[in-house]
């Protein structure tokens, strides 16, 4: 589903924030993503949903399938295709972007909005996301007067909304508990067992040490264990 081929990302002014990295995420995987701070972690799910893309020169190439008739290439995806490409995916975002001036229920509904659904059917779909993120009791509370995990929970059935083929989760257990950390992480799970993949960039050796998914570690810029690809 996800194919890198010697990705190398340079920011303006900086050095390479990713070198060379290959590495493939097939169909239905559920993968962590690893490595210290800076270590190029929200670069490489930025090339993922193309919110940046690899090296004009030598920058090697990002594709993402879903399907043989549906391959979305970093280097001709033009801006205008981007829109219709996210919409196939879950973005969990570090810094969870939510709605201020939206409650909880309309923070989750806004994606189903957009993309035209039946207000009933809006309904019915939010109240299964927040049941399924634990959330339903914060339903008319705003962002600012949410708990951290509560926040992160919203933005988990945000991403949700539209059933993605693809969710990408920028340490969406980041700042939390060890106990919310694992409800956060056992909700991305029960995503994946429906047949969502999942590609989670995490600092918690908590979660990963003791789970069978696969792990990419990286260490400035570069993928650590070739071994893991
Ligand atoms: N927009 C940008 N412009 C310039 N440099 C950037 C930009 N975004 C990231 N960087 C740099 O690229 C490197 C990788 O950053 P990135 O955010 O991908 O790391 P990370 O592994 O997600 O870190 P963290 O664990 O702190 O979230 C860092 O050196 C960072 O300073
Ligand atoms: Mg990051």
């Not at 008739?69 to 879950?90: H, K, P, W």
């Not at 806004?110 to 993309?115: C, E, G, I, P, S």
């Not at 039946?118 to 049941?131: K, N």
């Not at 600092?203 to 069978?212: A, C, D, K, R």
Request: charge should be positive.
């Amino acid at each position: 589903m996800i194919h890198f081929q010697h990705v190398t990302k340079t920011y303006k002014g900086s050095w390479k924030a990713l070198d060379d990295v290959t590495l493939q995420i097939a169909k239905g995987e559920f993968v962590f993503l690893t490595g210290p701070s800076g270590a190029g972690k929200s670069t490489l799910l930025k090339m993922i949903y193309m919110d940046e893309r690899p090296d004009a020169l030598r920058g090697g190439q990002v594709l993402v399938s879903f399907g043989s008739e549906n391959v979305y290439d970093s280097r001709q995806t033009r801006d205008a295709e981007i829109q219709r490409f996210r919409r196939m995916l879950g973005i969990v975002f570090q810094d969870f972007k939510l709605l201020d001036d939206r409650d909880v229920f309309e923070n989750i509904a806004f994606a189903l909005r957009v993309t035209g659904h039946r207000s009933s059917d809006i309904r019915a779909r939010v109240f299964e996301l927040m049941a399924l993120t634990g959330i339903s009791h914060r339903r008319n509370a705003f962002p600012h007067t949410l708990s951290g995990g509560e926040r992160q929970r919203v933005a988990i059935a945000r991403a949700m909304a539209n059933d993605p083929l693809l969710l990408v989760a920028d340490e969406p257990t980041g700042n939390l508990d060890p106990e919310n950390a694992r409800r956060v992480f056992d909700i991305l799970r029960k995503i994946n067992e429906r047949g969502t993949t999942v590609v989670m960039a995490t600092h918690n050796p908590e979660l990963y040490g003791s789970s069978p998914f696969r792990r990419l570690i990286l260490d400035r810029g570069r993928l650590a264990a070739k071994d893991y690809i």
